[in-house]
């Protein structure tokens, strides 16, 4: 069974940094897409970060050069890396894993998700 379970949500202040995990298990992490995704109150949900399995990542324009996604797939992790935290960054952050090498922030690509661990960044 697929499992990815997020950590390390929380309350912050407008330009402080905080470290998302996800900790995957069931499938051969090495062999997968895995992506952040985040839905701010009352919106839709949209990427912020993919690492395909041969190392590319892409991000959504919103986080680039603030936002660094890393994977350890001996660990089966994935982390996010976010600095310089705005207001706008606040969502429901999501882990998501796709079997393919695609690099994309396509949601409805994604088959397996987190339950997803809150960000708040206060201004």
């Known amino acids: 069974e697929v499992q990815l379970v997020e950590s390390g949500g929380g309350l912050v202040q407008a330009g402080e940094s905080l470290v998302l995990s996800c900790t995957a298990s069931g499938f051969d992490f090495g062999d997968y897409a895995m992506a952040w995704f985040r839905q701010p109150p009352g919106q839709e949900r949209t990427g912020v970060a993919n690492s395909a399995f041969t190392g590319t990542t892409i991000y959504a324009d919103s986080v680039k050069g603030r936002f660094t996604i890393s994977r350890d797939n001996v660990k089966k992790t994935l982390d996010l890396e976010m600095n310089s935290l705005k207001p706008e960054d606040t969502a429901i952050y999501y882990c998501?894993?796709?079997?393919?090498?695609?690099?994309?922030?396509?949601?409805?690509?994604?088959?397996?998700w987190g339950q997803g661990t809150q960000v708040t960044v206060s201004a």
């Open positions: 998501a894993a796709r079997p393919s090498d695609a690099c994309d922030l396509s949601s409805s690509r994604f088959p397996y």
